[in-house]
């Protein structure tokens, strides 16, 4: 097979392929073959059926449209292959010369992913600084307070309920003069604010003494399935109000909540474990930064195409987990002030950003010539086995009749990329307010004259 391409526009190009007579007439063959298994003619058994009978009864030219529509497309996947192009939509094929005993000649006109060429400078010893790792007093101290919470107690008090406190009330919901069981609740023991039930219950109690009986209207909300959308009339008997009892942050506190005897021991335990918490999330924000200081340095004109696909897949990504939350990606949306046009608005800015820095990282493999072995597919196969839960073989076996293994093949060779921007790196330490640099004055580095 003979190919070569010519870029016609901004991210197009156009393959010419050439298959050799010997090649096209195998495939061709192969063609008759398929023919011949599928019509029926008198005289002759299935799949038995002769050449010069099948162009006589059925048509030369019905098995060409078969051999075209089966082995051009395998010819065009192994031209793209050949000159590792990533086409973002189906080509445009011209069969330029079709015949029996000659060469086949195509055309392909598609458009493509674009390739990035860098300057090594602008990856190579990328300076960003670190993240801190070290626990600050105040981390510490609010992790020791959610510890608190915890172990809080509740206690009536005579007092209105405030927001944080837990109330007990006997909450009834109806419809004209019909309950409905979804929404009332008996014995209901729910903190003030949490918008357990309908968020007009959270305002209606705030302020409210126990003994008041509270009358009022609400929608209810998506969780509620097909009763959502649906006013409903409630009214609640308030009995009792609790507030939270926080136990005190000493030793009996820290002997109870963990198996430390002193609150500085767990003091110093929570510090460690804050640590190693930090740092793999330095780790995590290195990656991170070195990677958009090397996006920002770059300019690239992405085709409209390819950003459309990657912010619908990240809207239906979006869809997908508020249905899955049991709500509607319109109420998650409005739960947050957002609506569709600036989530969509978002969704292509972070598109964009992500084609870019994928971009980035394969410039990177290709000028570094990083590759990815069996060896590397294989550990990530393992990997996605065990997570699933499944074969590897398995595994194996459906990543390749879908597809999916080249895909796999992108990510190993982006994360190889990204590792080698990382190692090739000048980290430096980020400041801590109110903490001075423990970096080197110039006149330290340079020594005195």
Known sequence: MQTTVEETDKHVVRLSVEIEPDEVAKDLDRAYRKVAGEVK??????????????????????????????????????????????PIAEPEIDLDQLEVGKALRFTA?????????????????????????????????SFLERLRERFAELEVVERPAHRGDYVLADVRAHVHDKEIPEATRLGFLSEVGSEELVPELDR?????????????????????????????????????????????LDDEFAATASEFETIEALRQDVRTKLREVKAVEATREIRNRVLARVVDSVQVELPERLVDEETEHRVAHANDRARRAGITLEAALASQGWDELRFRSDARTHATRALVSDLVLEAIARQED????????????????????????????????????????????????????????????????????????????????
């Open 41 to 86: 003619i008198p005289g002759f058994r299935k799949g038995k059926v002769p050449k010069q009978v099948i162009d006589a009864r059925v048509g030369r030219e019905h098995v060409l449209e078969e051999f075209v529509k089966d082995s051009v497309p395998e010819y065009y996947v192994r031209a793209v292959r050949e000159h590792d192009l990533a």
């Open 109 to 141: 006109t598609v458009e493509v992913r674009p390739r990035l060429t860098l300057d090594p400078e602008q990856y190579r010893d990328v300076h960003v600084d670190a993240p801190p790792v070290e626990p600050t007093e105040v981390e510490i101290d």
């Open 204 to 248: 209606e109690l705030e302020n409210k003494r126990k003994g008041e009986i509270l009358k009022f209207n609400a929608v209810l909300p998506e969780r509620f399935g097909d009763l959502a959308g649906t006013e409903v009339a409630f009214q609640v008997l308030l009995k009792e109000v609790k507030a939270k009892k926080l136990p005190g």
């Open 370 to 449: 990083l590759k990815v072995t069996a060896e590397d597919l294989d550990a990530e196969i393992r990997s996605l086995a065990e997570a699933s839960g499944r074969d590897p073989k398995e595994v194996r076996r459906i990543l390749d009749r879908s597809g999916e293994v080249r895909s796999l093949a992108g990510d190993i060779i982006r994360t190889k990329a990204l590792d080698y921007l990382v190692e090739s790196a000048d980290v430096g330490t980020e400041d801590v307010p109110g903490e001075p640099r423990t970096d080197p004055s110039p006149s330290q580095e340079d020594g005195d004259d």
